[in-house]
């Protein structure tokens, strides 16, 4: 048990440069992903044809990718068309990349699952646009959305560890800085286990408890 | 709903103003797009990525060996993981409806566990972590494991709301018919649940073959491994562009086909309820 505390005690270094990073990581790539996943959804529900073949091929392309290969694409291929970027920025595109086509999704089926007829509705009474928008759909989109976002990017969280294979110094790498210090891997990587269950523990209940709370509304 | 004049929740049928404006919408996001993709083929072009040196390896037939190695590799992982999978989210999922809270309980912990830990760390523990005891697992097998444990966990999951989806009648009939609560299981419930889950379940296939890339960390040689062995070879002027455009065709053709079977069997499945 002893040696199993000092795996952390006498890496702290390790583990907070690890951690901290894996968290910027998700803020950042989180809040970008948010919004190029919102310009694409908002492309996709839109009333314009060629907008809404965008986003869908958008989405089916990423979608089908895995991020494993976004990563590999931005870090050795991108330098040879003279795109270069060092191994942060690159993380920071291709956990964008990736999740916004999440998000996108997530958004659309949210939009489709308020009945047509609400939206009629509310334009037979003459409500304009904006009206409707703001004061019918989205409220209601809104509690279908936000739990299975909560899940997208509780996805990404896990996903910033792929970095991890291309020299970004995040969560999924104490193991190899561990291994270099011949420290035991088996309690390290128990370690950074730990250390998920903390940051992605309170969103999964945060999820839970929004879907349990909303589920009455309809 | 392509193509016809829809009613949707955001805007009403378009009239002949709106037509004619998101036309002109519709032009310029074209454009915008075209523009974008010639761009990019532009510095392409301009950085040499279409020189016949950097293509030149793709004639090889050991070059072309190597690909469908890669491949195999993958699709051995993806199928072995695939199959594991579904047993074990089987499992977990008969064991969450034992009825016994002893049981229950510590599969709930598991399933929650296992799907709360990044798949690539979970990797780790069984690539890595025997190290330190003198153990060595092959890559293959660590990979497969880390697949089998976080898809499984997903697939009880989905079992789970499948199971809870069916009408409760099923469940009280086998009972009043004397069928003990593995046979309500195994003949009743999992083949009705698997049934009206099947879309998500290859959905849930999808995701595992995609994360089979994930190999390529520690050192599996699947296709992106291959793809990186092909891009740096000084010989064909480091030609990655060409090989991951290669690879990326490749996954992107496998993963749309199964995307498309789950779509195709959840359209088939919403038309034989409505009937």
């Known amino acids: 048990m002893n040696a199993f505390l000092h795996t952390l005690t006498d890496n702290w270094d390790i583990f907070s440069r690890g951690f901290v990073n894996t968290i910027k990581l998700f803020v950042v790539s989180g809040i970008l992903a948010l919004i190029l996943g919102t310009l694409l959804g908002a492309a996709r529900v839109s009333p314009v044809p060629a907008l809404r073949g965008i986003g869908t091929g958008y989405v089916s392309i990423i979608r089908n990718t895995p991020l494993t290969l976004v990563f590999a694409f931005l870090v050795f291929a991108a330098p040879k068309v003279g795109l270069e970027a060092d191994f942060q920025t690159s993380a920071y595109i291709a956990l964008t990349v990736y999740t916004a086509a999440f ?14 007829g609400q939206a009629e509705a509310a334009r037979a009474i003459g409500m304009t646009f904006t009206q409707v928008l703001t004061m019918i759909v989205l409220p209601q989109a809104f509690r279908t959305v936000v739990p299975p976002m909560i899940s997208v990017l509780n996805a990404m969280l896990k996903n910033t560890t792929v970095a991890a294979g291309f020299s970004v110094v995040e969560a999924g790498a104490i193991q190899q800085y561990l291994s270099e210090r011949s420290e035991n891997q088996m309690y390290g990587l128990v370690w950074v286990t730990i250390g998920f269950l903390i940051l992605v523990g309170p969103m999964i209940v945060a999820q839970r408890w929004l879907e349990r709370k909303w589920k009455v509304a309809r | 709903m392509e193509g016809r004049p829809v009613s949707s929740v955001l805007y009403d049928v378009p009239g002949p103003r709106a037509r004619r404006r998101n036309l002109i919408l519709s032009v310029l996001a074209v454009a915008a797009v075209v523009a974008a993709i010639a761009w990019v083929v532009y510095r392409f072009w301009q950085t040499g990525q279409f020189e016949s040196l950097k293509w030149q390896q793709f004639q090889y037939t050991a070059i072309q060996e190597q690909l469908a190695d890669g491949l195999l590799n993958t699709v051995k992982a993806a199928a072995t993981g695939a199959v594991l999978a579904l047993l074990f989210g089987g499992f977990l999922a008969g064991l969450r409806m034992t009825g016994i809270r002893a ?12 799907r709360a830990i990044p798949l690539l760390i979970l990797i780790f523990f069984f690539y890595y972590g025997p190290l330190t005891y003198g153990l060595h697992i092959p890559n293959f097998w660590a990979l497969v494991i880390g697949l089998t444990l976080y898809n499984g966990a997903v697939i009880s999951e989905i079992l789970r709301s499948g199971i809870a989806s069916l009408p409760r009648g099923q469940s009280e009939a086998g009972l009043a018919i004397g069928l003990d609560r593995g046979q309500l299981f195994w003949h009743i419930l999992l083949p009705q649940a698997v049934r009206a889950m099947l879309p998500s379940i290859i959905s849930q296939l999808v995701v595992l073959l995609k994360d089979t890339a994930l190999g390529f960390i520690i050192t599996y040689p699947e296709l992106l491994y291959v793809a990186k062995q092909m891009g ?7 030609p990655y562009v060409p090989s991951y455009l290669v690879v990326a065709a490749v996954y992107i053709g496998m993963c749309s086909l199964l995307s498309w079977f789950a779509n195709w069997l959840s359209k088939r499945g919403a038309r034989r309820r409505a009937r």
């Open chain 2, 103 to 114: 049981i229950e309980a510590p599969a709930t912990f598991v399933v929650e566990l296992f």
């Open chain 2, 232 to 238: 740096s070879r000084l010989s064909f002027d480091l």
């Open chain 1, 103 to 116: 998000v996108c999704e997530t958004l659309r089926s949210g939009i489709n699952t308020v009945p047509v």
